[in-house]
């Protein structure tokens, strides 16, 4: 079941108020809420204290980023990520908010979205969230892309150090050429349509720590 909630509908069922840094008041549910995050939960409980009526949290985050989040708090199946809109904003706040099960709910999401085809814009934005575990996915991503993709420039690269750009340059040149030479395999021939690099074969010497990136 699709999570389909409106949170900007004043008369769907609420019982706090999200008002956030640019004007947007979203209808939420607490308990769901609280769940989700215990630094939320602690504010709730803060901004209740002598409210009367429904009681309004003052949150930084602009509507458009909540509105992504939201639904990872609620029960159902949330909308897929479709583009990299907000999505420093939006993995920063769960950071912040330390939602962990929402992160995880988030990020399978996310690796199983289309925009994992652009794994250079996906590395420097998680990298720049220390989001180890997408790191190490979008460095390996990039071994099906060639040099000359993963030198060309992206705007999201200004987010991370020249030395973490340079290990993952540094990582391409070593590792992509056991990508080639599996995609030049007849056994490859089997695994038309697969992407992820753990569908791969013969990618066992390529390294799963990204370590040095962060």
């Known amino acids: 079941m699709s ?18 840094s640019d ?21 709730f409980m803060a901004e209740q204290n002598g409210e009367i009526g429904v009681p309004i949290l003052k949150i930084a985050e602009r509507g458009s980023t909540m509105l992504t989040i939201l ?49 250079l814009r996906m590395f420097a934005i998680v990298v720049h969230c220390k989001w180890e575990s997408l790191a190490r996915g979008a460095a390996k991503d990039t071994l099906y892309l060639p040099r000359e993709n993963v030198e060309s420039y992206v705007q999201e690269l200004t987010l991370i150090p020249a030395s973490a750009y340079h290990h993952l340059l540094t990582y391409h040149s070593k590792y992509s050429e056991v990508v080639v030479d599996a995609l030049n395999r007849p056994t490859f021939l089997r695994l038309i349509g697969a992407k992820r690099h753990d ?16």
């Open 199 to 214: 569908q791969m074969p013969n990618l066992q010497r390529a390294p799963s720590s990204t370590n040095r990136l962060f």
């Open 3 to 20: 999570s389909q909630v409106d949170f900007t509908d004043a008369s769907s069922n609420h019982n706090f108020i999200l008002d956030a």
């Open 71 to 119: 639904p990872f708090c609620y029960p159902g199946i949330p909308p897929p990520p479709s583009s990299f809109d907000r999505l420093l904003e939006v993995l920063l706040a769960i950071r912040k908010y330390l939602m962990q099960d929402v992160g995880a709910r988030f990020e399978a999401a996310l690796l199983a979205s289309q925009i994992t085809n652009e794994p």
């Open 23 to 43: 004007g947007a008041r979203l209808y939420v549910l607490k308990a769901f809420l609280s769940y989700s995050s215990d630094l939320l939960k602690n504010l």
